[in-house]
């Protein structure tokens, strides 16, 4: 009861020179009910906020409040996307050995975009949300925050998190591949087992796209407020040619190497051998690209990786290569100085060292790429 009297006080308590103010005694007391409220929401929010997310599906002890903001938002919009109704597929399957090597079309219950960033990522999800009506799937944004002390677990739960979405949702947001089958093990996948698909590219332009975008880049307003944009960072060639001659690899966030092994890692997974670029994570790498992917693509024929999506997954993607013909998103792309004059030694650190096993995955992907557009009959 008194509760109930206390949501308009905020208001009605300010309004002390209207005739019709209550007595003073009653408005001290309306006050300190408010104030009651105001703390009660504030203990609970201290007490929920750091452990569970908005919709208390997942553990969010281990999320900043940027992060557990971000994640309120976007489980809200999902939330929406769930209670929304869409029709239902007759048949759901997915081979992804069969999207690959024969082109054959795909009707999956889940599709997963492995958003890598700085990897076409932004025009792949804007792609997917522009779509969604059209062709009436459900769209997930909801980034995956691993735990990095309990990745594990962590992951665990977010898979079973992404099977529990309703059928025929696409997602598309940034966080590593998660092997659904070991995670959870193979019981877990009584529906047809979720398909990736993704795209990785040059890892040298990556990169060095990533720095110059933390640094100078578009970033959005929010990006902006939380983390701020330190423009007084060296260029990307002066940073790594002082990387190559004092041999340091240890990076800061920010520094030109932080985010070097990027698209091996995302293809990798939870794993240790993940953490940095080797022939171990390689190997795990491919064969998650050579099993629940149904397309893997490189952004530098992104026109053509559109073609293949829609060919394999026509009943999420059909008419997605002409969207982005007729779009005027392709300037998303973080534009460098043209003539600027690139240290060979520098690029050859690069290319030899530090992305060794990163350009053996583009290689390898491009290639199995390219085997796939012939099998879809595109030039
Ligand atoms: C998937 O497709 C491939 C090639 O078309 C086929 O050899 C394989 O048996 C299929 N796998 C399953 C589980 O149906």
Same mark, same amino acid.
């Given at each position: ?30 006050? @300190?009910? +408010?104030?009651? #409220?105001? !703390? ?10 750091? *452990? =569970? $997310? ?116 696409? @997602?598309? +947001?940034?966080? #590593?591949? !998660? ?10 996948? *009584? =529906? $047809? ?187």
């Amino acid at each position: 009861m008194r509760r109930a009297g206390c949501g308009a006080s905020g208001l009605s308590s300010a309004d002390t020179a209207s005739p019709r103010a209550p007595p003073r005694r009653k408005q001290t007391f309306k006050r @300190r009910c +408010a104030a009651c #409220v105001a !703390l009660a929401a504030l203990g609970v929010a201290v007490i929920v906020m750091p *452990r =569970r $997310t908005v919709d208390l599906k997942l553990d969010a002890a281990h999320l900043t409040a940027r992060q557990w903001l971000g994640d309120a938002y976007w489980a809200a919009r999902a939330a929406a996307a769930e209670a929304a109704s869409v029709p239902r597929h007759k048949h759901y399957h997915f081979n992804g050995t069969a999207a690959r090597h024969a082109c054959e079309p795909q009707a999956p219950e889940l599709v997963l975009h492995l958003k890598v960033p700085k990897a076409a990522s932004t025009t792949v999800f804007d792609l997917i949300g522009t779509l969604a009506p059209k062709n009436k799937y459900r769209v997930n944004n909801r980034p995956q925050y691993l735990d990095a002390k309990h990745e594990t677990r962590s992951a665990r739960a977010y898979a079973r998190y992404f099977l529990a979405l309703k059928p025929r949702t696409v @997602r598309s +947001a940034h966080g #590593v591949y !998660l092997d659904f089958a070991r995670l959870l093990g193979p019981g877990a996948l *009584r =529906r $047809t087992p979720p398909c990736y698909f993704g795209l990785v590219r040059e890892p040298t332009k990556r990169l060095r796209s990533h720095y110059d975008y933390l640094h100078w880049g578009p970033r959005s307003p929010w990006a902006r407020f939380w983390k701020g944009q330190d423009a007084g960072a060296p260029p990307f060639w002066d940073c790594v040619e002082r990387r190559r001659q004092s041999g340091k690899r240890e990076e800061s966030r920010g520094g030109c190497l932080y985010w070097a092994n990027a698209q091996l890692q995302y293809f990798c997974g939870v794993h240790r051998s993940c953490r940095e670029g080797s022939e171990a994570s390689l190997r795990r790498a491919l064969a998650h690209a050579r099993s629940a992917f149904a397309a893997v693509g490189v952004v530098e024929d992104l026109k053509g990786f559109l073609e293949v999506l829609e060919r394999v997954l026509p009943g999420y993607f059909a008419g997605i290569a002409g969207t982005y013909a007729r779009a005027t998103i392709h300037a998303r792309t973080t534009h460098h100085v043209e003539t600027e004059v690139v240290p060979p030694d520098a690029l050859d650190f690069l290319r030899t060292d530090v992305l060794k096993w990163e350009y053996a995955l583009y290689a390898a992907v491009e290639r199995d790429f390219r085997r796939q557009k012939r099998a879809c009959k595109l030039p």
